[in-house]
């Protein structure tokens, strides 16, 4: 991470004064124990308490803290529940944490558009219960839905089960209310489909708090389908499963969700959630089809086929919602689950093309052997998504950097066979070193120039994404005049 910058330290009672002028009452929090609450995200291996901590209410408050913390060089992480697993949200040692949890209101619910208005802290699972009632839901379901926050899931372009047929965060987002660095308040879409100029809704959508912060957002909600059902299907052979995902798509049926898990993820979540998935299978697939009831028990037919075709030894069909939800159960709480394998587990998000995945699997276990590290997988099969969990124990010495370094790899072999570094959890701080193996300089020059118009002085959440911080004046950005560069204190490392 960047080196702390010691003048802004030195300024830390004069900035708290002033944020408290902008946030009063017990929006401001500066003590070591209540700092300690924000000091990590998801990625837990890496802590550092922020140098304090900002809940705002309104946009307005908003926009006062980011004009502020421009104008004095202060930097900003902006956060909305701390899940992220790319380290998105970890605090700097001289920067504010701008928390979004008080935005926590449903604006909005308009049947008519098909569309909720929210303020960012909201929860994902909190729009779909805000609409269940009207026969609505929010398609995007990640498996933390139940914790994180809108405001995150725009920031990391999160996906869910669900996402394969309905579209990632990007696909169903219209609109936000956004608050630049400069502390000016942009209103980017709204509730109506494509709007006029440069595409910055999908600028913004997986910007990871890179660009400013997201005060509002208007989200597109889908009518409930009139049946879903899901067919659990174990196979003797990882390949086999693997073709029957690619003989799915093949057909030009394209499920609700299509979701693999391997032997380890398997035992791992019937011990915890009691699904009732068969336990003498090498992979088991969880496949939803939904629609008319009709339509569903032809697909359903379908898929049984495939699967047989394909070396399936147990099929399942759900015969009631309660045990769809079961099914589902154990896949939503594999990482949970995993956790009782190990004291620590480290878990990778890196995407590849489906054909490629019976290959992927086997090079993982050559180099889990090379690593001395166990590892438990489970991945969002449709969409080529990988979520390998690799087991360790933090307490031993080496142990997380070999876990590290066994991530790295298995990011690496993604790339190697055409795939990419990230699905869903971002790039943060996690992934930010092997950026360069997957873009050239000049793919990174463009990225950081975008990044360059929104924030000149690289204030908001810096550490993250680029490997390498680059001065907006060396890109381009600014205008430097007979030599002097606008900028010349802007830290590099
Ligand atoms: C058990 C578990 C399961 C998970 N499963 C999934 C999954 O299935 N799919 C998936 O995609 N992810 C998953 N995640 C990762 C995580 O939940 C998502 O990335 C989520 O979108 C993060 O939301 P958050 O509110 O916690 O964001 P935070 O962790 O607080 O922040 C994430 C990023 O968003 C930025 N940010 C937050 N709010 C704003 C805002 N209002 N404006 C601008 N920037 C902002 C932050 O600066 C940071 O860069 C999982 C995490 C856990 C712990």
């Not at 000016?184 to 709007?195: A, F, S, V």
């Not at 032997?263 to 959630?273: G, K, Q, S």
């Not at 939803?288 to 030894?313: F, S």
């Amino acid at each position: 991470m960047p080196e702390p910058d010691q003048s802004v330290l030195a300024r830390r009672e004069e900035i708290i004064a002033a944020l408290r002028a902008i946030v009063p009452g017990e929006g401001v929090i500066t003590h070591a124990d209540s700092l300690r609450a924000y000091e990590s995200d998801g990625l837990t291996a890496y802590r550092q308490p922020p140098m304090l901590a900002v809940l705002p209410e309104t946009t307005a408050q908003v926009a006062a803290i980011m004009s502020y913390c421009y104008a004095n060089r202060v930097k900003i992480v902006p956060r909305g529940s701390g899940t992220s697993l790319s380290g998105g949200s970890l605090p700097l040692a001289d920067g504010v944490l701008l928390g979004l949890s008080k935005f926590n209101q449903v604006l909005d619910i308009d049947l008519t558009n098909r569309l909720v208005v929210v303020q960012p802290g909201v929860t994902n699972l909190a729009v779909t219960r805000a609409v269940e009632e009207f026969g609505f839901y929010y398609a995007p379901d990640p498996s933390s839905q139940i914790a994180c926050s809108i405001g995150g899931n725009i920031a990391e372009n999160s996906g869910g089960v669900h996402c394969l047929k309905y579209g990632l965060t990007t696909n169903n987002v219209l609109g936000v209310e956004f608050v630049t660095i400069e502390g000016e308040i942009l209103r980017i879409g709204g509730r109506h489909l494509d709007p006029a100029g440069l595409d910055l809704l999908g600028v913004i959508v997986g910007s990871e708090g890179l660009l400013g912060v997201v005060t509002e957002v208007t989200v597109r909600i889908l009518a409930k389908p009139e049946a879903a059902r899901a067919v659990l299907v174990g196979f003797p052979t990882i390949e086999g499963a693997g073709q029957c995902v690619a003989d799915v798509i093949a057909s030009g049926i394209i499920p609700a969700g299509m979701e693999m898990m391997d032997r380890p993820a398997i035992h791992a979540a019937e011990a915890f959630v009691h699904a009732g998935y068969p336990l003498d299978v090498e992979a088991l697939l969880i496949v939803e089809l939904d629609g008319p009831e009709a339509e569903c028990a032809e697909l359903i037919g379908e898929v049984e086929r495939i699967a047989i075709a394909n070396g399936a030894v147990s099929v399942r069909i759900s015969q009631s919602e309660q045990e769809r939800l079961t099914f589902w159960a154990g896949r939503k709480a594999a990482f949970p689950a995993v956790g009782r394998l190990a004291p620590d587990y480290y878990c990778m998000d890196g995407t590849i093309p489906r054909r490629r995945l019976p290959e992927v699997l086997e090079r993982m276990q050559a180099l889990s052997a090379h690593h001395g590290l166990a590892v438990a997988n489970v991945f969002h099969a449709g969409d080529g998504n990988l979520h390998p969990l690799i087991l360790y124990d933090a307490n031993k010495p080496g142990e997380l950097d070999r876990a590290e370094a066994f991530g790295s790899d298995i990011l690496r072999l993604c790339v190697e066979v055409g795939g990419v570094l990230t699905g869903e959890h971002g790039v943060g701080v996690e992934k930010r070193d092997l950026m360069p193996v997957m873009f050239s300089e000049v793919d990174l020059a463009y990225q950081q120039r975008l990044k360059c118009a929104f924030d000149p002085r690289s204030l908001l959440n810096p550490g993250k994404v680029f490997p390498t911080l680059h001065r907006c004046a060396e890109l381009g950005r600014a205008h430097v005049h007979a030599g002097q560069v606008p900028f010349p204190d802007i830290p590099r490392f």
